[in-house]
């Protein structure tokens, strides 16, 4: 039943105390000196210590002190010759579950070896049901976080501090299923550097738990918790170890990672809701207010990382004999038509808005003026060679002037960056028209009445 260290020096007591346990099925292993129990407790596994109270070079006070400090989830009986009340208070005050006055009858030891046992379980269940608690109460504070800073801070600390790690880091999926770093704690900037490219291959749609050999850093180990939201994979909470992380920490670890997946999906649709705040009603492109956030927090990333951008400033030509011609309801369908084109030439992670009537801007993320230029003519082309609203029977071809402007080649401030692309397509509007042309300090600025117009040409 349970496994039982005895210590006492006289081998007659240890062979009447050792029958007594044995005759009901314990384990009994019988030392004679404070130095064999505390080898036999460094050892081995025990669930109660029964010894005597006075033995040779020290006493069993001793032995009830060691094993509460070493040891605090054994208990201790403690048997004595003594019948007074003194020792008995000592020993109960310093944690001994019982205190027995020899003679010691067989029933009597094994009562109180076995109410030693019941306590035991009891301070185990209630200790196990304080971490439950804990637990549940630390999930909720995750889970009920809708700030994405304050996310990332609650969620790190709580890994920490219920996987014992020494360093956690956690991830986001993107709508194209890519993790992004969402937050850390405990990861020096240099150390970062490294660990986000050799953890973001490893973490892929795994949706089991693993653990990572060989991590660059002074933890060598990372133990990786998917956070699952039903079967959608939401993100990773990598937990860092010196060594073999702890057992026993999986389920709690997967309990906090499910919290997360759960706080990570309410702010996906806390977004959704702001982005009808962001659209633009007709196109469902994304509408002016949009685009300065947007800029906004580019600029600031582009500035701490040394990144670049562009933007696309463009104008369709001759928009306003289509008005004319067709009236206002075919011009709005050739708006949204461009819209869907629009998109088709850009990627998913760039951002393309309605500026205004016909105009529309692109904010090209991680690319270059190069880069830009090549996108813009993709652009142009495929507008050229498009037939808009060839489904119902209109058949019409239109074309585009374009506008590029970089940060930082051309400048780090946002609302030059946007003057410099409108001035660039201004210049193709003034001349040939279906033209991409790059910024430049010396292009005409473009008339104010042009833009309180809400078609143009």
């Known amino acids: 039943m349970a496994r039982i260290l005895l210590l006492d020096d006289e081998k007659l007591a240890q062979t009447l105390y050792g029958d007594y346990l044995r005759a009901v099925g314990h384990e009994v292993t019988a030392v004679s000196t404070i130095q064999e129990a505390r080898t036999a407790l460094a050892d081995g596994r025990y669930d109660t210590v029964v010894t005597d109270l006075i033995l040779p070079n020290g006493d069993g006070m001793e032995v009830l002190r060691h094993t509460k400090e070493h040891h605090p989830g054994i208990e201790v009986v403690v048997i004595t010759g003594l019948d007074k009340v003194d020792p008995a208070v000592r020993a109960i005050k310093s944690g001994a579950a019982e205190y027995l006055v020899k003679p010691v009858a067989p029933e009597v030891l094994q009562h109180a070896v076995q109410r030693a046992l019941a306590t035991r379980e009891l301070l185990r269940e209630n200790a196990a049901l304080r971490r439950y608690v804990s637990l549940l109460e630390t999930g909720q504070r995750i889970s009920t976080t809708l700030d994405r800073s304050r996310l990332a801070d609650t969620a790190c600390a709580s890994f920490l501090a219920m996987g014992s790690a020494g360093a956690v880091m956690l991830f986001e999926h993107d709508s194209g299923g890519r993790p992004r770093q969402l937050g850390d704690q405990g990861v020096a900037g240099a150390l970062r550097a490294s660990l986000v490219p050799f953890l973001t291959p490893h973490l892929g749609t795994s949706r089991e738990t693993r653990v990572l050999e060989e991590v660059p850093g002074p933890w060598p180990r990372a133990l990786v918790v998917p956070a699952l939201d039903g079967e959608a994979l939401l ?19 997967s309990f906090l990672a ?21 659209l633009d009603d007709l196109t469902h492109l994304f509408n002016t207010r949009y685009l300065h956030l947007v800029l906004d927090r580019e600029l600031k990333s582009a500035q701490q990382t040394q990144g670049v951008f562009s933007l696309l400033f463009l104008d369709l030509d001759y928009f306003k004999t289509i008005n004319d011609t067709h009236g206002h309801l075919v011009g709005s369908q050739v708006l949204v038509e461009m819209a869907r084109v629009l998109k088709g030439c850009v990627r998913d992670h760039d951002v393309a808005v309605r500026y205004g009537g016909d105009e529309y801007v692109v904010l090209l993320r991680g690319t270059d ?19 808009f609203l060839a489904r119902e029977g209109q058949s019409m071809s239109l074309s585009t002037c374009i506008g590029v402007a970089s940060f930082p080649e051309h400048t780090r401030d946002k609302a030059t960056l946007l003057d410099l692309a409108d001035r660039a397509m201004y ?7 279906n033209v991409v042309y790059m910024a430049a300090r010396d292009l005409e600025a473009t008339p104010e009445a042009r833009h309180s117009q809400p078609t143009g040409g």
């Open 427 to 433: 210049r193709g509007k003034k001349g040939t028209r």
């Open 369 to 387: 003026s190069g880069g830009a230029l090549k996108v813009a003519e993709r652009i142009r082309r495929t507008v050229e060679n498009h037939r």
């Open 235 to 253: 993100g990773h909470a990598v937990l860092l170890f010196p060594g073999s992380p702890p057992e026993g920490i999986a389920e709690a670890t």
């Open 258 to 278: 499910r919290c997360l997946a759960l706080a990570l999906r309410n702010l996906g649709r806390i977004a959704e809701v702001e982005d009808l705040a962001y």
